[in-house]
């Protein structure tokens, strides 16, 4: 218990919330919103991360901590020592660990450091196109909850896809958004549409630079429908290590002055009042979050077949083979003749909602140190 002056309070129970590069993942991004919203007066975060991310300011300032430990693949004798140090000495009644398949490594340093509650989170899958990553992703899944008292996971897919015949005893903690967040972005093209007679439609990605986002199709498919209408664009935001290579390649496909780059930023809300239809043609995909708040803008998707169809949370959701380069180009049109729709409505007070979920986080914690959070 604590003394504020005038009563003693009780402390909120503090988590260890494992991730591995925290940098701007959809991982961090999922749990940045848990944070904002979770009851931080019964429970609080305290973040296990390999470097510094843009979000370490905002978690100290609600109140959490922020904690550094060596890189798992390249350092994992040295990341069990410093994490198992770490959780001793701060006698975690639970760890949280959101790294899929090198999770075992933090949860083996939890066990070791008594920790009873030891949480494996699935956040995405794999696939064959990784070559070389994807064999070891497929020799690491048996290991991934080996350490692990309790599972969970964001999808159904991602969840059958880590834990397989474990998969019935995990429990579905969904990519919930603020929906509120994102009815400026509605509101605001509304306005903007209502002005201009003839406005620029806008194809949308918001993501990694990553070969698992298969970000050059999306830039061969744009050609071909730039090709057939001249009112759109391509905005393409985010990082990575393929950007260079994207880069070069719309400058070879001529289309410089219809492609935009821009950087991520917290406040990616702002994005979504440019953009007409978001476009995600993943190789392999879990639940993306960036899906869920475009919907909940009132944009409507074009997604991989790839991807969970638990990504459609309202009826302006459309699944597209990659193979047939023709339906994209379709689809892609098609959305952006049809329009904007829906909004923050559409998911208010669904297991979408971060206000629900984070509720539902709550409780999930609690319970588990009330059956046995602690130390061994």
Known sequence: MAYDGNTYKEEPVRIAEVLGNAATGGVMNWLMNFYRHIDRSRIQFDFYMYAPSPYDDEIRALGGRVFYYPGVVTHVFGAIRTLKKAFKKEKYPIVHVHMTTLSFVALYAAKRAGVKRRI??????????????WIVKNMLKPLAGLFATDLAGCSELGIGWLYGRKAKDAVLIHNAIDT???????AEVAAADADDEAPVKTIGFIGRFEKQKNVG????????????????RLLLVGAGREYAEIVEK????????RVEFRDWCNDIERYYAEIDV??????FE???????EAQAAGIPCVLSDNITKEAAVTPKCEFVPLADRGKW????SRALDEGREYGTRA?????????TEADKLTEYYLEKVAEGGGRE
């Not at 978001?278 to 190789?283: E, K, N």
């Not at 879990?286 to 869920?292: D, F, I, K, R, S």
């Open 120 to 133: 494996c989170h699935a956040h995405s899958t794999a696939d064959r196109a990784e070559g070389w990553k």
């Open 180 to 186: 509120a967040r994102f009815a400026g972005a509605y």
């Open 217 to 232: 199709y999306l830039v061969e498919v744009f050609k071909d429908v730039a090709a057939a209408r001249k009112d759109v």
């Open 250 to 257: 719309v400058k070879k496909l001529g289309l410089t002055e």
């Open 278 to 283: 978001l476009a995600l043609p993943s190789l």
């Open 286 to 292: 879990g639940l993306p979050m960036v899906a869920v």
């Open 329 to 332: 180009v379709e689809a892609l």
């Open 347 to 355: 998911l208010e007070g669904s297991a979408y909602d971060i206000r």
